[in-house]
């Protein structure tokens, strides 16, 4: 009984593939630790890796092949660490190192040793021979330190740092480190951004957008979809804050399908407001654009629900269509021959942006707010948005000014002829599930100035 106990035991501290320390006692013991910096002032320090090129093993031999290749490792690597420290296989082909009594400067001989020792490691397999290496990211743990989940989070972020700079390296955190801060920050927005779409806590607002002047009226409304996050007291949070991170780690498919659905259904159940609407522009992330399934996606949603396609402009950014210009063009051509209109939005950020317009077959260009912002007071910017404008015109294209704000800015852009305005200065963002109120069914048709 005793020997069964101490098994058990042994199990459930214990990674059953490598042998060694899995992620709840790693957790356990890097508790402790912090215990012990803050009790007697003592330094330690956490190594976080994860191996590159481990995927490689697993696609060309099998997992087989890679469960092998991690068992091998992890002896190598439990053979260079010391006696009183922590190797754990914390998931999958990543690895924890608690440093026991360890400076700085020691930490950095040690991660050096450890990477060294993967640089030299060879696996063979069948006669294929693979080379693997590993990004690390180092973190102090002393008095001063964070809580338990805040360091795994800060070395997590240090050893994603090493891997955007070139992979097979060490990324040291020190205090100050911004932009680690930065990241570890976004990070922890993901499972946010997943629970948030999960839980239905995203929400739908819409900005009109307004005609400049009597050549450039609409018949309807005409408005651009914009998104919100709420916290769990309820309170709104803003894109700025939630959205770089989904940008970041690829998570805006996931967001863009959210904002798609949940905009065609609110339109399929209010049909009289349907048969008013001029356009509803919704944004679109690059990487939905050149997502093939975001694609079919679309098509099958615009099958489903009763929302006409000439209702519904897609906005995309500037730099999302440069960067695939053939992906982004298939998916403009595909999604216009059913009767889409498209937006080219932030026109005017990008170098080449004027070289690559007539390639793109859009409907309207969103010229960056950063040059309409100041067009009253700066001359320069007065005359980019002018060039802008009649760049379109030409080209048989509507223009929509951004971050339009005050009274000023709409007359420089009624001399120069600019079609509609988007800003506050017309309206500010409202709740989309707001807008059939009746102090607020008609605000994109007329020209409300903020004061």
Not at 288 to 295: C, K, P, R, Y
Request: charged residues 25%; hydrophobic residues 40%; contains cysteine.
């Amino acid at each position: 009984a005793r020997r069964l106990q101490k098994h058990i035991i042994h199990q459930a501290a214990h990674d059953s593939l490598t042998g060694l320390v899995n992620r709840y006692e790693f957790e356990k013991r890097l508790e402790e630790l912090l215990v012990d910096a803050r009790a007697a002032n003592s330094q330690h320090a956490l190594c976080y890796l994860d191996l590159d090129q481990f995927k490689v093993v697993n696609d060309t031999c099998g997992h087989a092949a890679g469960d092998e290749l991690l068992c091998q490792l992890a002896t190598v690597l439990d053979n260079k660490v010391r006696g009183s420290d922590t190797l754990a296989r914390l998931g999958g082909d990543e690895f924890g190192i608690l440093l026991t009594n360890c400076g700085p400067e020691d930490a950095r001989q040690i991660a050096d040793i450890i990477l060294h020792t993967i640089r030299e490691f060879r696996f063979v397999w069948d006669d294929m021979t693979f080379r693997v290496g590993a990004s690390i990211g180092v973190v102090p743990i002393d008095a001063t330190g964070a809580g338990n989940k805040t360091l795994l989070s800060t070395a997590d972020a240090a050893c994603y740092a090493a891997k955007e700079n070139g992979r097979n390296r060490i990324h040291y955190y020190e205090a100050g480190d911004t932009d680690l801060a930065h990241r570890t920050g976004e990070m922890q927005w993901v499972s946010r951004i997943h629970r948030a779409v999960e839980e239905d806590l995203l929400e739908l607002y819409c900005q009109p957008i307004a005609p400049v002047s009597d050549q450039s009226t609409v018949s309807g409304e005409h408005y651009e979809i914009l998104l919100r996050m709420h916290d769990d007291e309820g309170n709104v949070i803003a894109p700025g804050a939630f959205l770089p991170a989904a940008e970041r780690y690829n998570l805006m498919p996931l967001v863009d399908k959210w904002v798609v659905k949940t905009a065609f259904d609110w339109l399929d159940d209010h049909p009289q407001h349907l048969h008013n609407l001029a356009h509803c522009a919704i944004n679109l992330a690059g990487p939905s654009v050149s997502d093939e399934n975001f694609l079919d996606f679309l098509m099958e949603l615009f099958s489903r629900v009763r929302v006409p396609a000439e209702k519904i402009c897609f906005e995309i950014t500037e730099t999302t269509a440069v960067a695939n210009l053939v992906k982004a063009t298939r998916f403009i051509t595909t999604l216009k021959q059913m009767g889409c209109t498209f937006a080219l939005d932030d026109f005017g950020s990008g170098m080449s942006s004027f070289a690559y317009l007539k390639n793109l077959p859009v409907d309207f260009l969103k010229i960056e707010g950063m040059f309409v912002r100041d067009i009253a007071e700066d001359p320069i910017d007065y005359t980019m948005v002018k060039s802008i404008n009649e760049l379109a015109h030409v080209m048989g294209k509507k223009t929509i000014a951004e971050f339009v704000e005050n009274r000023d800015i709409l007359e420089k852009l009624r001399l120069i002829g600019v079609d509609f305005a988007q800003g506050y200065g017309i309206a500010r963002p409202r709740p989309l599930r707001k807008l059939l109120d009746a102090d607020g069914a008609n605000t994109s048709r007329t020209m409300t100035i903020c004061e």
